[in-house]
């Protein structure tokens, strides 16, 4: 079955540090893989999609297909990065799936 | 432009009521539409996902229905409303696939 698993709930970094979040997937085939971001009092939003290879507010992520691997990272923390991620794979039915999210906490 | 319309905001139903949510969505056609729920400790739960009119699929056994009576019209019910269904519901449509959320309805259920 599909699933994406994001370990950390919570994840706090000092400002100026790097940031890595975690995000594995299951999955039989090729996925589709997209990180979602969600700021205080915002609506969820798209950050970036693996398809594109596209970098967004400092924001990369590669997709490891031995690793099973979508992780998200940044070299240098900012504290307007503190909101909600969350990691979503689309399957062959057009569901999108998403991870149960983890908050990141600048610190400062 | 596209855009998605989701209401009430927020609702506070006691136990045993029923439920109507309603989302729209405008500038577009044939559209994949979605119901989640972001509960406490729980993230995002695919509820109901739509490929076209009259076409449902339920993701989560539950006290929850959807039904699509036009194309862009999703709809998110229950006959009688649980402690358990509390959270933050969120509409959504699909395009290329990118995902594009309404604003949420929070509804507490007491």
């Known amino acids: 079955a599909q699933r994406v698993t994001q370990p950390e709930k919570l994840l706090s970094v000092f400002k100026g540090a790097p940031v890595e979040l975690k995000c594995n997937y299951s999955?039989?085939?090729?996925?589709?893989l997209f990180w979602y971001v969600q700021y205080s009092r915002q609506r969820l939003q798209l950050l970036l999609r693996h398809i594109s290879r596209e970098s967004i507010k400092g924001f990369t992520a590669d997709l490891n297909k031995g690793e099973t691997s979508f992780h998200l990272k940044k070299p240098f923390a900012q504290e307007e990065d503190s909101a909600m991620y969350y990691c979503?794979?689309?399957?062959?039915?057009?569901?999108?799936?998403f991870g149960k999210g983890t908050r990141l906490h600048i610190l400062p | 432009s596209q855009t998605i319309h989701q209401w009430p905001a927020t609702l506070v139903q006691p136990v045993g009521s029923p439920l109507s949510l309603e989302c729209t969505v405008e500038?577009?056609?044939?559209?994949?539409l979605y119901w989640y729920r972001q509960a406490a400790g729980r993230g995002l739960q695919l509820l109901f996902y739509?490929?076209?009119?009259?076409?449902i699929s339920s993701e989560v056994p539950q006290n929850l229905s959807a039904s699509r009576p036009q194309d862009r019209q999703f709809i998110l019910s229950s006959k009688k409303l649980l402690l358990s269904d509390s959270g933050f519901y969120l509409c959504?449509?699909?395009?290329?696939?990118?995902?594009?959320f309404g604003s949420g309805t929070q509804l507490s259920v007491l």
């Open positions: 959504a449509w699909s395009y290329n696939e990118k995902l594009f």
């Open positions: 979503a794979l689309i399957d062959r039915d057009d569901k999108i799936i």
């Open positions: 999955y039989s085939g090729s996925p589709e």
């Open positions: 500038g577009t056609s044939n559209p994949n």
């Open positions: 739509s490929v076209g009119i009259g076409q």
